[in-house]
Every structure is written in C-alpha cells, then in structure tokens.
C-alpha cells in the first residue's frame, strides 16, 4: 500500500500482507523470515491493540494459544516495552490476574500532508492518538524548489518536537504526503507543484532524525484517512476525489487501497467530458483537469488565502455576482456532474467522498444537483458525502500508513 518506502538499516525484512481492520493492521500468514516466536507475538499485540487491555489467560483463550507460550511471548515484549502491566484484573476466584496492555508511547509516528499551499503535520502515537499538530504556509510553493520544502518539513519537526518535549528518539516513522506518482525519483502527474527530489527528501530527514521515512501520495492518504475517521468509516468500496487547484482522486476497493499497474489509478483529471476537448499530445494536465482546475476561475481570486476566497466567490455565485463567472461556475459543476457519473458507472463505488477547497465548497452548492444526476444516470447511485476532516485527513492518513509500518516491521 505503500508507494515508496526506505527504511533504516534496522529493517531487513520483507513486507507481508496486511489487511486494515479498523484503520489498523492484522497479520495474515508468517513470513519466510519470521519465526514462530515473533509470529506470536504479533498476534498478542494485536489483540491487545484491537480489544484492550487482556490478562494471560484472557490472551490464552482469546488466540487459542497455551498459557506457557502466552506467558513466554508477553515476558519478552514486556522486557522490550512492547506491551506494560496496568492493574489487576476483577476475576472472583483465586489470585487477581495482572492485566497487560499494548504501550500505544513505545514510539511515535509524524505524519505530514506537503501541501501546495500549507504543511500540515500530527504528532501520534503508535494507537493514532494525536498528541499535537501543527500548520504552516509552504513558503517553497513560489520558489518551485523542491529542497525548500525539505527544509521546511525538517524545521517544522523539530518545531512539533519541542512542542511536544519529545527528541529524535521518540520518532518510530516519518509518513509525508506529497502531490503525484513517485517514479525514478521524480514526482510525476502533479502539475500544479513543484518536482520532489524523493531521495532526497527521504535521506534528509532519515539522517536527520533516525527514523524510517515513507513517501506517497497525498490522494492516496487522503482516502486512508477517510477511511480511518472521516465519512469513510462504514464503507468498504470508496471512491475519493480530492479537488482543490488540481484533480486527484484514489480508490479503496475492497476495504484495501487500490493503485493499478502503475500507481495512476484515481487520475480522473484525464477523463474527457467534452469532445471538443481531446487533445492531440499528451500533456500532464488533462482534459477533466484543464475544465475544473483553479486555473479556471483565476482571474476572479484574489492573491491571498485560496480556501477562503473560493468561498467568498462561492457566496457571489449564490448572490447574483459576476454574470460570467456564474457561468463558469456552472460549467464547472456540469463537468464534474458528469465526471461522477463515469466514475460510479465503470467502479459501482458505494460512496464517493468529495475534498479541496474547491471540492468542498462547490460540494456544498451543488450536492443536491450531482446526487439527482447520478440518480437519473447510473443504475447504482453511490452515497456522495463531503469530507467533514477539515483538510486533515492525509495527515491522518499518513499516520495510519506509519503504524501499519511499524506493526509489520518492528518486532
């Protein structure tokens, strides 16, 4: 599920399969490399993850193991602070039980959405409790250079670090969302941003503070992040568009991200919506892209806060405004009515969940229209729902993406 991943030199091992099971990982088989032992007690910390805290003989039961390989595994985990002892059980007959409990501060996990316009970053800890976030204008995003960014994000850890009074040691993984498909190194299909140096991004920060550094898409995480704890939650089949100065969007199929052949499943921004406008080369922003982006309605923005004055244009659309920018508007919300349909004819998704700044707003506008074209159109209209995360949800999504890493590379 992971675009690109480098970890340190403490990790040699293989990835295995994991599934999400309430946005958290469960082991499906031992790998090759993993001993019977280690399998183990990936099972007791998954039980101990997903229900809480148990006594050995709770875990016993519960994982179908003897008492002399519970007690065995939880002494080394115990040992290794894995797992902490937290009070005795209420058991009536003979002697209390000693109650074991996953230690969700072994470590912790930094997600960050890199942004066009702003940095956001979560400090969590290894059960996906925020402990502090932060948000910063990307000052880069001017400058079209990727390595300002770097040292942007670099700055803004250390900032949350301090913040938080934790140090370097503390930081299990770092998780950074950025625009586009990470291939030979490059960021590709993200033509509104600037190119990331993926390697060296990720030897930047893995020097710098000692922890596994994954990169992915920023759409991708988006949907995780749905999924973990925004209007996702009771859906399996998700389709997630992410609309703001560009068109991304990323599908969960099945409960599991889905990527395609080559990582480009959810570029619906070369959908074709209108004949007129195929184009005769290839180009990096496609004929969907071209019709919705912000590029469209520029000329009636502002040079300030991008949300707030695609909102402000939203309330002149809704009181008359300029006569030509209604009509734009209007196009727009046609192009992407049409865009739903084609999206939920070819996937049957169960819902689709709209985000950006533009995605949101003129979501609020227009809902009401695109649910009635899907349902004049398609014989299995999807929910269409609105994100409700406020433009968090690649942050939760990436540090969603940090602990399922952790639990399938750290024993």
């Known amino acids: 599920m992971i675009l690109v991943i480098n970890v340190s030199k403490r990790n040699k091992k293989r990835s295995f399969r994991l599934l999400l099971k309430t946005g958290l990982c469960s082991v499906q088989k031992i790998r090759s490399t993993e001993t019977i032992a280690e399998y183990n007690k990936r099972l007791i910390l998954d039980a101990l993850r997903f229900h809480g ?3 050995r003989a709770d875990l016993s039961r519960y994982l179908n193991m003897s008492f002399p390989a519970i007690s065995s595994n939880t002494k080394g985990l115990l040992e290794s602070n ?4 937290v009070g005795t059980g209420d058991n009536s007959i003979g002697r209390k039980s000693t109650m074991l409990a996953f230690n969700a501060e072994r470590g912790y996990i930094i997600g960050i959405d890199l942004g066009r316009f702003r940095i ?4 969590a800890d290894l059960l996906g409790n925020e402990v502090a976030s932060t948000e910063i204008i990307n000052s880069a995003n001017s400058s079209g250079d990727g390595k300002q960014s770097i040292q942007l994000v670099h700055d803004q850890v250390n900032d949350i670090l301090k913040k938080t009074k934790k140090t370097k040691d503390d930081i299990l993984c770092i998780v950074i969302g950025i625009p586009g498909i990470i291939k030979d190194g490059q960021s590709y299909l993200a033509p509104f941003t600037e190119k990331y140096l993926e390697k060296d991004m990720i ?3 893995q020097d710098a503070f000692e922890a596994d550094v994954l990169l992915e898409n920023c759409v991708n995480l ?9 209007a996702g939650v009771n859906y399996k089949d998700i389709m997630y568009i992410a609309y703001g100065v560009g068109l991304g969007s990323a599908l969960i199929v099945d409960g599991k991200l889905y990527k395609g052949a080559n990582g480009a499943v959810g ?5 074709i919506t209108d004949p007129t406008n195929i184009d005769k080369k290839y180009d990096e922003v496609g004929s969907l892209e071209e019709a919705l982006s912000r590029s469209k309605i520029n000329k009636y923005l502002d040079s300030g806060n991008f949300d707030e004055e695609v909102i402000k244009l939203i309330e002149r659309y809704k009181n008359g405004g300029n006569t030509y920018a209604k009509l734009i508007i209007d196009e727009i919300a046609l192009h992407f009515g049409m865009a739903l349909v084609n999206i939920s004819a070819l996937l049957n998704p169960e819902a689709i969940i709209i985000a950006g700044g533009l995605g949101a707003n003129l979501g609020k506008l227009f809902i009401d229209q695109w649910k009635e074209t899907l349902n004049n159109q398609v014989p299995f209209a ?9 433009h968090r949800e690649t942050m939760l999504g990436a540090v969603m993406t940090g602990i399922i890493h952790i639990h399938a590379y750290k024993i």
């Open 53 to 55: 805290s148990m006594s």
């Open 82 to 85: 894995y797992i902490m002892e």
């Open 120 to 123: 956001r970053m979560m400090l």
């Open 203 to 205: 030897d930047t920060l």
């Open 222 to 230: 988006g949907v995780i992040g749905e999924q973990w704890k925004g």
């Open 267 to 271: 570029e619906i921004g070369f959908m």
């Open 382 to 390: 999807p929910e269409l729902l609105l994100s409700q995360l406020n």
